[in-house]
């Protein structure tokens, strides 16, 4: 047993004595062929089964006949190797296998006589692959052999895993490049465009994205666009009215002349016009006018007719403001959010939910104070801290651009007010602007 043992060792430290240089597939190469000629088997075979139904094996390495061969996959079924995959020590046939799997082509084929194998496994037990011998004659030293098998098989197992590591570490590193040449070829193009785009826009700074244009006006326009539409709908009635059609006929003439100043007013914003004088305007019109044709515009009749509205709106309130339409544009925002966040709630309870619209405009010494309340769906606790972030909404995909809020609280503090919104989930929201007021006695324009 001693004497077995001293030669084991010497024999693993001669087959161990690779050249430190080689790692990874050229170390176990160097082994595969180390092991056939300390053995002095013909065959020498690593593979590993082919996931996931581990069926059949693929060789990664196959010594045969004083050289390496091709690798070969072949099935599991019937062969002595199905007894390695299956175990956590080495399988041994020392003479007469192929009497032993007779339907083994392969073992005929090399006419292999003799068989030890040994699995190399991951660190949790998991099967990797396997180590096998063969031979064309009866094993001599089946107790060496079998300790140098099981020796480098743990060895084996250990390279495995650090080309495992190393691979999974490289397909990282490609999908990292990749994305990083994704990434800098989109922001080239984008760059590019925004250095074409830039020449137009720029007055006093450059513009953070053009995406802020862009979506801001469209999101902008929605509005007006939505009321000239219906009310041209509204024409093609036959049987409409003569105040009806008057009516309709204003709300296009005054709409069409809003969504001009939209754009005017945007533009002048992408260029951050500072131009614009203070004027003195009649906020409780201008609320008024806002609100009467944004609610006329509503076309669902269920939720018109349901709704409750509690206005108040004190007379002749005046404010001295920099960009009155803009104030316009402020205030249908908000009635265009409270109204959504009301229909999501009305269509999910008909039966019993009742949407209320509180709008209330009221004068102070020196601010004047509007509220937009409603007991709609409310907005999340998590969410509130960034509702007027630039594009932070939280409408689904193709419904918010995330831009409404924002430009509603630029354009108030634009025009030296505040801006705060209080909200409880399923519940209610309210949304209150101060702007400076003026004495009642100063004469205003609208």
Known sequence: MENNTLQSLEVIKDIYNVDQLLSGKEYIRELVHRLASALDVKYVMVGHAIEPERKAIQTDFLWANQGFADNVVYSLEDTPCTQVLCGTRVACFTTNVQQMFPKDQMLRDMNVQSYLGAPFLHTDGRLIGLLVIMDD???????????????????????????????????????????????????????????????????????????????????????????????????????????????????????????????????????????????????????????????????????????????????????????????????????????????????????????????????GKTLCRLSVRDNGTGIPQNHLPNVCDEFYTTKPPGEGTGLGLWIAKQNVEKNRGSFRILSKENEFTQITIELPSAPRTVEVSL
């Open 137 to 363: 004659k009866p094993f001599k030293n089946l107790e060496l052999q079998t300790a140098i098998v099981e020796f480098f098989a743990a060895r084996i197992s250990t390279e495995y895993r650090r080309l495992t590591a190393e691979d999974s570490l490289k397909r990282i590193n490609e999908s990292l490049e990749r994305l990083v040449n994704e990434r800098t070829s989109e922001l080239q193009k984008a760059f590019a465009s925004l250095q074409a785009t830039q020449k137009q826009l720029i007055s006093q700074e450059k513009l953070a994205t053009i995406g802020r244009i862009t979506f801001g006006i469209a999101h902008e326009l929605k509005n007006p666009l939505n009321i000239i539409i219906n009310a041209s709908e509204l024409l093609l009635d036959d049987d409409l009215d003569k105040e009806s059609h008057t009516r309709a006929v204003e709300m296009i003439q005054h709409h069409s002349v809003r969504a001009s100043e939209i754009i005017t007013n945007m533009l002048r914003q992408a260029r951050q016009d500072t131009s614009q004088e203070p004027e003195w305007v009649n906020f409780s019109v201008l609320v008024e006018r806002a609100l009467d044709m944004f609610l006329r515009s509503i076309t669902d009749i269920d939720l018109k007719t349901a709704l409750v509205k509690k206005i108040k709106i004190e007379p002749d309130i005046q404010a001295r403001l920099v960009d009155a339409p803009a104030m316009e544009r402020v205030f249908i925002n908000i009635i265009d959010n409270a109204l959504y966040a009301l229909n999501e709630k009305f269509q999910k309870n008909r039966a019993t939910f009742i949407p209320e619209l509180q709008v209330e405009l009221l004068p």
